[in-house]
Nanobody, 115 residues
Framework: QVQLVESGGGLVQPGGSLRLSCAAS????????MSWVRQAPGKGLEWVSD????????YYADSVKGRFTISRDNAKNTLYLQMDSLKPEDTAVYYC????????RGQGTQVTVSS
């Protein structure tokens, strides 16, 4: 059974940083590209970033490019999202997902950017 458990969210001031983690189990993590998606209050799911199975290729939404960094540790079955220069519009529930549409995702972690 696929399990994705996110952690690391919280309240941060604009300009601040957070690092999200996602512990994966129930599938061969190193064989899959992984994604981060987010859902802001009152909005639908938004794709944020992808990383290839080996970690060599990364992709970002224009809204986060240059501020967020996706990475993974296949030895630890863990996905990461380093978020810097956070803006109030980054406020959302962040999910790690086994696909870019977020059809298979964890329970999410809340990120709130506010002064």
């Amino acid at each position: 059974q696929v399990q994705l458990v996110e952690s690391g969210g919280g309240l941060v001031q604009p300009g601040g940083s957070l690092r999200l983690s996602c512990a994966a189990s129930g599938f061969t993590f190193r064989s899959y590209a992984m994604s981060w998606v987010r859902q802001a209050p009152g909005k639908g799911l938004e794709w944020v970033s992808d990383i290839s199975s080996g970690g060599g290729m990364t992709y970002y939404a224009d809204s986060v490019k240059g501020r967020f960094t996706i990475s993974r540790d296949n030895a630890k079955n863990t996905l990461y999202l380093q978020m810097d220069s956070l803006k109030p519009e980054d406020t959302a529930v962040y999910y790690c997902a086994k696909d870019p549409l977020g059809a298979t995702r964890g329970q999410g972690t809340q990120v709130t950017v506010s002064s």
